[in-house]
């Protein structure tokens, strides 16, 4: 069974190294989500990119996505329910926030464009991707998501929290890690946590 890694905005593919290298399975794919970025790159984009990517794969998947790549997973799962074996969903939102993403478009306003260089997308394509994205809201669609899901949270990553806590209410067969000492990029702050659960 192939494993899918999806990374989030302001990381790469390059993110999931240390969970990789602890991993015990072989059959593992890391997509750069951001590779085929143009400037009008959107949500919508990357989600029919991944589409493609495994519209011939056979055997369902596991997908294991932080933040951007936990919404393009349960996305997927939602649309593709015979494609999608597990899920482990990292500082998930399943409704986003778009006061969160306005504020966070207000930060990135004011970053020099320097600061983008190593997400592997330019300031204005990060904006306009986040903007993209405000709109999403995958509540109503959640009960079609029927495969096993484990959800994982930083204790610090209080943006997320919640939202991690209500997706377990609304998926009876989701479990929830609340992960201590740890925030949001737990492929950065928990990778042998992550490791562990892809490992079992």
């Not at 209410?169 to 201590?180: D, G, R, S």
Request: proline share 4%.
């Amino acid at each position: 069974m192939k494993t899918v890694l999806l990374h989030g905005l302001g990381q790469t593919a390059q993110d999931w190294k240390e969970v990789v290298q602890q991993l015990s399975i072989s059959d593992v794919d890391c997509p750069e989500l951001f590779s085929s970025a143009e400037d009008e790159i959107s949500y919508s984009q990357i989600l029919g990119d991944l589409e493609q990517r495994y519209s011939e794969v056979k055997e369902p998947l596991r997908i294991c996505g932080l933040s951007l790549g936990a919404l393009l997973a349960i996305d997927f799962a939602i649309r593709h329910e015979e494609k999608v074996a597990s899920l482990v969903l990292i500082g998930a939102q399943y409704k986003v926030p778009s006061l969160l993403i306005d504020f966070q478009n207000l930060i990135f306003r004011c970053m020099p464009n320097k600061a983008f260089e190593s997400m592997g997308l330019s300031k204005s394509s990060t904006i306009k991707l986040a903007h993209s994205m405000r709109s999403l809201d995958f509540t109503s669609q959640l009960n079609n998501i029927r495969c096993p899901v484990t959800i994982l949270c930083g204790k610090k990553d209080t943006a997320n929290l919640k939202a991690s806590k209500r997706l377990k209410e609304l998926l009876p067969q989701a479990t929830l890690h609340i992960v201590p000492d740890a925030g949001h990029e737990l492929n950065q702050y928990a990778p042998n946590t992550i490791a562990e659960i892809l490992n079992n």
